[in-house]
């Protein structure tokens, strides 16, 4: 098993942060998930169902996600699954001065031949996840187009 985690603060309201994590139209902007849709049109909702595509890295195709936590304004969870990988992600929303701080963190599984590579992708992941948390705060604090605002340093925790 993987596991990840990674804070960023956000000059952005708790609001903004939590409505961005439940637009699958905009994960495209700032992870490698394309074609992420919810299933139904309802208000997002434990329990509701979607699906992404991921076109880079080991695991390529369509995964079938889940919402399996949800506190408006404080934390967003989502499940993913493919017959290659068990995905939970849990981001958490705490408000921090007039911003909010996002703790971006999750824990993978590969399934079959690829839990041996575990070992070797646990970097790259993390990495990974931690690049997807400051694109998420850039695309969030952008002020115009093409600028953006000062960036802090994204801090990451094995």
């Not at 699958?24 to 049109?41: I, L, N, Q, V």
């Not at 690829?114 to 694109?135: D, I, N, Q, T, Y």
């Amino acid at each position: 098993m993987i596991r990840y985690s990674s804070e960023v603060t956000i000059d952005r309201p708790p609001r903004a942060v939590y409505e961005a994590l439940l637009d699958p139209a905009r994960y495209a902007e700032w992870t490698p998930m394309t074609d992420m849709a919810f299933d139904d049109d309802g208000p997002p909702r434990v329990g509701q169902r979607g699906h992404f595509r991921m076109n880079e890295g080991p695991i390529k195709g369509r995964l079938e996600m889940e919402i399996v936590e949800l506190e408006p304004d404080r934390k967003v969870g989502f499940r993913a699954t493919h017959p290659s990988l068990d995905w939970v992600a849990v981001n958490t929303i705490v408000p921090e001065g007039s911003g909010t701080r996002l703790t971006y963190a999750g824990e993978l599984s590969f399934r079959g031949a690829m839990r041996l590579m575990e070992p070797f992708m646990s970097g790259e992941v993390r990495r990974g996840e931690a690049a997807e948390a400051a694109k998420l705060k850039a695309m969030l604090e952008r002020v115009g187009e093409g600028e953006l605002a000062p960036a802090e340093a994204v801090e990451t925790t094995a």
